[in-house]
């Protein structure tokens, strides 16, 4: 259960801050998501960067947050948004983030206020909160300076999904940079992320310790994988997460496969829309429109029955955990020339970690065998090893803060740094006080 009582279960420290900043990890320190972290200085600005939710199950939530006034959304995960709408209900946050990442907040959160109330988990917040997190939205472009107290604030873009930011962060003492989730290296929607040189680093070690194959070697043994299936006389099934792989995986299919009977469905068809409609986020964005012309929208039970018969189907949820990705398997299922591609993490307790463990999952409540070809692939957003180190030297930061990892991840990048920068691995919980 979800047991806020506003401003009263709240460990933020109440002594002020004397010198350097405080930084405060509400979720997020030494886990994958369900990010929250709260910055102050000696001058009493105070600032809450990302406050999501960990869709479990059950959902993990981070702390609760004291009163804030300023909060900053690196982007539109449902592990960073998430809990956004009860930070506006309880304590009228005004949200800070890009013109994109305000314009599928809406679709995010109703998904999520679904999702619960199907599940029967408690949220915290409701539609009202909701609603008005919609009017809380205050928007800045990447590179933009911008202020919140004694504080100049700049957006740089992340490279892990369009839309997404890093946060650069003056304060009368010190230069911050947040990393938000990151990936350096170039994908089919977005460019990498820069360096940008600072004092102290955050940095999300989500890969820590893990390289990533080539990202090109990768697509061309997803491409290739597709056309031996599609040859049999096989449906493909790629189940993806709406927002950033779809996406991908269309751009990868069009630029290698044209001729291919691509369908499209689930919720990233209704987030493209909005990322046509924020075209100065998306790398080449011509070419987003072209494929979303060339694929075909499922929009209906009709289209949805039509795509049956195509050679690839893209479609939510990305971890098999419902979604049209469900409904098409239940189907695709009885004919052994079908497959499914996994282009992603498939978290434990998830229904995708399932079908490769055990070779089942849960359909409409039933355990259910599925004996079809299942393969996974590592098309990830996110910095491998390597790329996380580079980065780190390349801002040359006096602090490096480690989160958004596991105990491993963090501990394989902090023990690259033994003398500069000053490692340091937060708890959820825990404050760190950097001059």
């Known amino acids: 259960m979800v047991l806020y009582t506003p ?8 002594e002020r801050v004397e010198s350097g900043i405080r930084l405060h990890f509400l979720g997020g320190g030494d886990e994958v998501g369900n990010v929250g972290c709260l910055l102050e200085d000696r001058t009493g600005t105070r600032v809450l960067i990302d406050y999501g939710l960990a869709p479990t199950r059950p959902p993990r939530y981070p702390k609760e947050c004291p009163p804030i006034e300023h909060t900053i959304i690196t982007h539109s995960h449902i592990d960073h948004i998430g809990m956004a709408p009860w930070l506006v209900g309880q304590h009228g946050a005004t949200l800070h983030g890009t013109t994109l990442t305000a314009a599928v907040s ?13 599940e029967g988990y408690p949220l915290p917040w409701d539609k009202r909160d909701l609603d008005a997190a919609l009017n809380a939205w205050q928007t800045h472009d990447v ?24 946060i650069e962060i003056k304060t009368p003492e010190l230069r911050l940079l947040w990393s938000g989730d990151i990936d350096i290296r170039d994908g089919p929607n977005v460019r990498g992320a820069e360096p940008v040189n600072c004092d102290i680093l955050c940095l999300e070690a989500t890969y820590g310790g893990r390289e990533h194959p080539v990202r090109a070697t990768e697509e061309a043994r997803f491409v290739s994988r597709v056309k031996e299936v599609v040859s ?11 927002s950033g792989r779809c996406q991908d995986i269309l751009r990868i299919l069009h630029r290698a496969a044209p001729h291919l009977n691509v369908h499209f469905d689930g919720m990233g068809t209704r987030l493209t829309r909005h990322w046509l409609s924020h075209p100065e986020h998306i790398d080449e964005p011509e070419h987003l429109r072209e494929v979303w012309n060339w694929a075909r929208i499922v929009s209906s039970k009709s289209d949805r029955k039509k795509a049956l018969d195509a050679d690839v189907i893209v479609t939510t949820s990305g971890m098999l955990d419902g979604g049209p990705a469900i409904w098409y398997l239940n189907r695709l299922r009885h004919d052994s020339a079908n497959a499914i591609l996994l282009t992603g993490y498939q978290a434990e307790g998830s229904g995708g970690h399932r079908l490769l463990d055990k070779g089942s999952l849960r359909i409409f409540g039933n355990e259910t065998a599925i004996d079809l070809e299942v393969t996974q692939f590592q098309l990830s957003n996110h910095a491998g090893h390597s790329d996380l180190i580079s980065f780190v030297r390349a801002c040359e ?7 958004h990892g596991d105990d491993d991840a963090r501990s394989a990048i902090a023990a690259e740094f033994t003398e500069s920068p000053t490692p340091s691995l937060p708890l959820n919980g825990d404050t760190l006080n950097l001059n």
């Open 397 to 403: 930061p006096r602090h490096v803060v480690l989160f």
């Open 106 to 118: 809406e679709i995010m959160w109703r998904d999520t206020y679904k999702v619960s109330s199907i």
């Open 232 to 242: 049999r006389g096989g449906v493909v099934l790629v189940p993806a997460f709406a």
């Open 143 to 166: 590179g933009e300076w911008f202020e919140i107290g004694e504080w100049k604030c700049r957006f740089h873009r992340a490279g892990h999904i369009p839309g997404a930011i890093m």
């Open 7 to 14: 401003g009263r279960t709240s460990g933020y420290p109440e």
